[in-house]
């Protein structure tokens, strides 16, 4: 089927879905406006990076970047930035080394804006002497650190991004290698799966270290090899956001995968229905999730 007919059908299947089902499935598109990022201690905005992942998270008075994107994608990061008005990044996490995910990471670096810390996963498929966070940490002398499941980020006394997995290396395929945060706050949770497979989704919950999160970012751009039942059922999110572009990536985000997420109730936004970003608020447990524009100039 080609793209183009492809995505429109997806796009369809979901308007008339969301029209059957309870209100609230579909979200509508506001237009962004100043000092979004700062009405709440704890909110998320899921950039549109075309079929890539790039999420700020608004923690505080602290910003962490989670992922940059692709190299293609990378002006749309500084944009989205700079519409925040981030000028410092208190931490990048980069989950896995997939040139969706780092890509945008030189851009970044090049940029006005400051980063205090780069952190990256111990395991990968790549060797330090290839890996891109290790050479740029040591090309412009930026602290590094690796992370192994059990470590934690401390942000503030209430705030921490707790690192689930990877639990073991997975020599043949690195998106099994990603990092799986749970942003853990005073007023909710949220779970970053990063591009996690369903075989690393399997080990965690076989760990018991995977329990219900109030907001989800969703495993590999909601393609079919992620999100099981069993995973979905467990953490059972209010708000999950898929970051892709199914102009980029026909198969992302997979039918099956947003009926799941539908069947437990969650509230489902893409980062390609807006011009800017998803943007998720957590307050007393309860997300709220809409999709951002940019003003029209």
Not at 50 to 74: E, N, P
Not at 92 to 112: E, P, Q, R, W
Not at 148 to 161: E, H, L
Request: hydrophobic share 45%.
């Amino acid at each position: 089927m080609p793209r183009r007919i492809k995505a429109f059908a997806l796009s369809v299947f979901m308007c008339t879905a969301c029209a059957a089902m309870a209100a609230g499935f579909c979200a509508r598109a506001e237009t962004a406006t100043d000092g979004d990022a700062r009405q709440t201690t704890v909110q998320a905005m899921f950039f549109n990076v075309g079929k890539a992942d790039c999420a700020l998270l608004a923690l505080g008075d602290a910003r962490y970047l989670v992922d940059t994107g692709s190299k293609d994608s990378a002006d749309a990061m500084l944009r989205a930035l700079a519409y925040y008005g981030v000028e410092k990044l208190d931490g990048v996490i980069i989950t896995h080394t997939d040139k969706d995910h780092v890509g945008g990471l030189k851009a970044l670096l090049k940029s006005d804006i400051t980063v205090e810390k780069l952190y990256a996963p111990t395991f990968s498929v790549l060797e330090d002497d290839e890996h891109p966070v290790v050479k740029q940490a040591e090309k412009r002398g930026i602290p590094l650190q690796r992370l192994n499941a059990g470590d934690a980020i401390p942000v503030s006394d209430t705030v921490r991004f707790a690192v689930l997995g990877p639990l073991s290396l997975d020599p043949a395929e690195e998106n099994n290698n990603s990092l799986v945060l749970r942003l853990e706050t005073h007023e909710g949770d949220m779970l970053l799966a990063g591009d996690m497979l369903e075989q690393e989704e399997s080990e965690l919950l076989a760990a018991g270290v995977i329990g219900s999160a109030a907001v989800l970012k969703v495993g590999h751009h909601g393609a079919r090899d992620a999100s099981s039942e069993l995973f979905l059922y467990t953490v059972r999110p209010q708000v999950a956001v898929i970051s892709t572009d199914p102009e980029e990536d026909d198969d992302t985000p997979a039918p099956q995968v947003i009926r799941r997420l539908w069947n437990i109730g969650a509230d489902v936004l893409i980062t390609h229905q807006a011009s800017c970003c998803v943007l998720v608020t957590l307050d007393g447990g309860n997300a709220v999730g809409r999709l951002v524009d940019y003003p029209v100039e």
